[in-house]
């Protein structure tokens, strides 16, 4: 591609957003005729609808107009980067946690995000599920120096201090958000099982597990670590539910370099 074509489709591009100085230079004459207009309310339009898909909950707790102002605005600063229009909107989080008009609204980013995680979740690749029997044909000792390795279909956040998860569920399943709810930190977890999509709470113990799980460390370590900042935590419990939710692909030897004690 010649430097000019590139420059004169990065301007075409810079006009369709309506950006600073954009109508400058050989884009101008296009820029200047009213047909023009319909390119940027398509673009406009086809970010709108694809973030209105990807983002169901947020839509539904602030409601059409002020969404599609929002979608809008995002779409001005950030243009789809790929074809696959599912993936547009993985910095929609990070906008609207410095959107002003969502500051009355703090929860709403982490609504966000989980509506992206289970998008991320829908569209991973397909992996076996590791089974409990799996776990049964190995010692104590065997089992505490090995690695439980995460689906590629599994998500997982902890939020501090906002009741996210239950606001984000509640919308999502629209169900009414009880008015009795307590603002406390929760976390998420997310699955896809057989096509389908699941979604249940995770104790703040548990996010830390699968983070020390996903970062390659020992079962042992990855426990120890899940106890230090949830002391009561039940983790036989922890690990059930874990299984039962299809939370792991495969275990694995764990490396000499994970098994040194964190710092």
């Known amino acids: 591609m010649s430097g000019s074509l590139a420059a004169f489709q990065d301007a075409f591009v810079a006009a369709l957003t309506d950006a600073p100085d954009s109508s400058a230079g050989e884009v101008a004459e296009l820029v200047a005729q009213p047909g023009f207009a319909v390119y940027r309310n398509t673009l406009s339009k086809g970010c709108a609808d694809a973030l209105r898909a990807n983002f169901p909950a947020v839509e539904r707790l602030v409601g059409e107009a002020w969404f599609a102002a929002a979608a809008t605005l995002y779409a001005r600063e950030m243009l789809p980067r790929s074809g696959p229009l599912l993936e ?41 599920v590791l089974a409990l029997a799996a776990l049964a044909t190995h010692t104590p000792q065997q089992l505490a120096r090995q690695t439980l390795v995460p689906r590629a279909a599994l998500r997982w956040r902890w939020f501090v201090e906002l009741p996210v998860y239950s606001i984000w569920s509640c919308t999502r399943e629209q169900r009414e958000v009880p008015p009795t709810l307590v603002w406390q930190g929760e976390g998420a977890l997310l699955s896809r099982n057989a096509g389908c999509i699941g979604w249940q709470p995770l104790e703040r113990g548990g996010c830390t597990f699968l983070d020390a799980c996903a970062a390659g460390r020992s079962l042992e370590q990855a426990a120890e670590l899940a106890l230090a900042v949830q002391p009561q935590l039940d983790f036989n419990d922890l690990l059930g539910r874990l299984l039962a939710a299809g939370a792991f692909a495969a275990l694995v030897p764990t490396t000499q370099s994970t098994l040194r004690k964190p710092s």
């Open 88 to 128: 547009y909107g993985e910095d929609f989080p990070a906008f609207l946690q410095g959107f002003e008009p969502a500051r009355e609204l703090p929860y709403l980013s982490g609504v966000a995000l989980l509506d992206r995680l289970w998008l991320e979740a829908f569209s991973a690749v397909e992996q076996p």
